[in-house]
């Protein structure tokens, strides 16, 4: 079984769901609500920890009921990863199509920076330094997924769109032409925020033991992944958001052996 | 007189509201009279994002659907009836408004969701805002028919 073609099952339901959910409360049916800041499901509410944190800085007050709506979205990441942003994220979405488009193209990239994970969180400690420092919520700023989900229902509700945006065209415009998915790879803030949620037993890529003789040294799995990363050789975590991308190409590689997988 | 920006109802005072509230949009998906707006950039660049009534574009109706819907507070959920808002006051330029330069007109005192408490009518049927009872909705100025609306809310209430 291919995880691709699953991924992008999800991926569409997400962006589907993304445009409903404005369309169905502006029709009077309030169930679901929210956007990727803060999500409502009936009574579930479900928070972007990045954001819970974000509050908690800027108001310097312990706020139980938003930290506590963060505790699912930071639980999925401790069990299965940064599934949020390969599975979810509208902002990956556009990322890996751009990407796509621009590889299809041939277009020269200028910069191809090796993974680093301290430079990430570098720039999520810089953004939460500035946003206790000012009392001000400036992750939000940041948050592309938040951004794209509010701007579609202010789309839909106001026919208009907001500045926020510029921050997504930056992000496409540079990983366009300069940086190779340099956002979601190098600097989002969401992503970095659900790296941190991470164990020795939250699901990852390896090569399985017993199947390690099945791999055939063609390094498939480093040239599809489009984050850069090498799963032969890198130590995967944080940078990968399991997509699965690299397993799927092992599969096809090795004739359904598949060494490469998920494990807990 | 230009109208002033308001907040959804339960806000909390505004220096902490810009704190609290993480530009999330439910309160403006909850609002089924589309009078709760996102605020953009000419709005102001602090502001960006957070969500704003212009009463005399749409008025809010004090449903009070957006309170509950807040997951940061920025709203108080403890805010429940529509006695308790204090979005803002309302204003009455008497300069502007028809009935206190002779004409008759009684379209706030009509409208107003706080019938006969938050506005009244004095000893000569003029209107007149109780500061105590309004709720600072905004839909006096959303009503009024001169032509620079006579009555306006000043933002500001204390929740």
Known sequence: MRITPIRRTVQIFAVAAMVAVPLLNLSG????????????????????????IQSLLATMRFDVVLLTSALIPAGLALVLGRVFCSWVCPQNILSELCDAVSRRLGLPRFFAPAPAPLARYLVLALILAATLLFAFPLASLFSAPGIISVQTARLIYEGTVGLELVLIVIILLAEFFLVRRVWCNHLCPVGSMLGLF?????????????????????????????????????KLAPQCHNCGACIDACQKMTGDRRPLSFRF | MSSDLLRPPGAVPEADFLSRCIRCGKCALACPYRAIRMAGLLDGLVIMGTPIIQARRAPCYLCMKCVPVCPSGALDGR?????????????????????????FCRSCYDHCPLFNEAITMDSELRPVVNEKKCAGCGICEHVCPAETTAITVISGGTK
């Not at chain 1, 049916?29 to 819970?52: C, E, H, M, Q, R």
């Not at chain 2, 006695?83 to 002779?102: D, F, H, S, Y």
Request: aromatic share 4%.
């Open chain 1, 29 to 52: 049916v309030n169930a679901v609500s929210g956007s990727f800041y803060s999500l409502s499901l009936g009574p579930l509410s479900l928070t972007d920890p990045l954001i819970a």
């Open chain 1, 198 to 234: 991470h164990s020795r037993k939250t699901m990852r890529v390896v090569m399985v033991e017993e199947e390690t003789r099945a791999c055939i040294g063609c390094r498939e799995c480093g040239r599809v992944c489009q984050l850069g990363l090498n799963p032969l050789a890198d």
């Open chain 2, 79 to 103: 805010v429940k009836k529509r006695e308790q808002v204090r979005m803002g006051t309302a204003r009455i330029n008497k300069k502007e408004c028809l009935t206190w330069q002779g004409t």
